[in-house]
């Protein structure tokens, strides 16, 4: 069946440089992907998205790289902050019907000071 | 900002209670969701809806069900509880259309004794 899952369960960064959150995904009729991230007693929020038509999409110190041929999916993270410190969840979506969203198993950012 | 609020937060109740779970969102989405998060883990989808009077069962099993009477309001309800439903329940919702985020709330962490 159709899973998202992620490389690393725990990432830890020096304040500062750069962090880089890998995903794989195996449904190649996914095609909108969302990475979330979740602070400890919170949900989880939203920072970027991406349509399967892109490549490439960049936000506010954060970049996400979709590579369709082989089914993988990366969240950057420039200059990481502490502030940044959290679990970070890849999903993907597929169009059309209910829109089920199907979440990976996320990865733990720890931000060295 | 929170447009979806959970009540209560925290909930440490006896087995055999019957326990309702508040959610309600302010962005008059049709689209709401609970899924179930264990301490670190992957979100599992429980319940769906996709407007007043449409619910559906999610990927995981559960004793639990919902109700949407109204758009903004999702409540689920446990008629009997039980030490395996200890666990954090979260609720979403997303607006029309393909390929929008959802908005989670900060969850209810249930304990039962």
């Known amino acids: 069946g159709e899973s998202v899952g992620l490389h690393l369960p725990t990432l830890s960064v020096q304040e500062g440089d750069n962090s880089i959150i890998n995903c794989a995904y195996s449904?190649?009729?996914?095609?909108?992907f969302i990475w979330y991230k979740q602070e400890s007693g919170k949900g989880p929020q939203f920072i970027i998205d991406?349509?399967?038509?892109?490549d490439k999409r960049q936000g506010q110190r954060v970049t996400v790289l979709l590579n369709k041929t082989v089914k993988h999916l990366s969240l950057q993270i420039a200059a990481t902050q502490p502030g940044d410190s959290a679990v970070y969840f890849c999903a993907e979506d597929r169009s059309g019907g209910y829109q089920k969203v199907t979440f990976g198993t996320g990865t733990k950012l720890q931000v060295i000071p | 900002e929170a447009d979806i609020y959970q009540t209560p937060r925290y909930l440490v109740i006896g087995t055999g209670k019957k326990i309702t779970l508040e959610c309600s969102q302010t962005m008059g989405h049709d689209k709401m969701y609970w899924y179930q998060q264990d301490p670190g883990m992957e979100l599992h989808l429980i319940h769906y809806s996709y407007g007043v009077n449409s619910t559906e069962k999610g990927d995981l099993s559960s004793e639990s069900t919902v109700s949407r009477i109204r758009t903004e309001h999702f409540p689920l309800t446990l008629e009997s509880a039980r030490p395996s439903h200890t666990s954090q329940y979260l609720c979403?919702?997303?607006?029309?259309?393909?390929?929008?985020?959802?908005?989670f709330g900060d969850g209810t962490r249930l304990s039962i004794l």
């Open positions: 979403a919702s997303r607006g029309r259309g393909s390929n929008q985020p959802q908005h």
């Open positions: 449904n190649s009729a996914s095609d909108y």
């Open positions: 991406i349509r399967s038509n892109m």
